[in-house]
């Protein structure tokens, strides 16, 4: 199981090297997730660029379940935001990864030597 962040997408959707990556996922058999505040973050991101989030949005919420944030899961990302000095987005992200036992999936470097945090390269 995979958990794809923000930085994935964005990169999918570029259609970089990394982005490649995540299209081999999408294209195989793996359970896949997105945290539901990287919706929230893919589309400030088009809004601010001025374009229209909506079929990016449509897409990930097809290919990967979402993972809404529970009380646990915010406790959880409280914890790991001081434990790992993540800034609190970045920890809620952790934190939906670890509650679905998966793999988070990032080129951000934020997330660097932290367990279970597979890289792409940027």
């Not at 990556?21 to 990287?38: N, S």
């Not at 609190?88 to 999936?105: E, G, K, P, T, Y």
Request: net charge neutral; aromatic share 6%.
């Amino acid at each position: 199981m995979k958990t794809i962040d923000s930085w994935a997408w964005v990169e999918y959707f570029r259609g970089s090297r990394a982005g490649a990556e995540i299209k081999a996922l999408l294209e195989g058999r793996e359970v896949l997730f997105t945290p539901a505040v990287c919706l929230a973050e893919i589309r400030a991101k088009y809004l601010r660029e001025g374009h229209d989030p909506a079929d990016r949005i449509r897409f990930i919420k097809s290919r990967t379940s979402v993972i809404n944030v529970d009380a646990a899961v915010a406790e959880q990302a409280a914890d790991l935001k001081i434990r790992e000095g993540l800034h609190m987005v970045d920890a809620i992200i952790l934190a939906c990864a670890q509650a679905r036992n998966s793999d988070l999936v990032t080129g951000d470097k934020h997330f660097q030597g932290i367990p279970n945090v597979v890289m792409l390269a940027g």
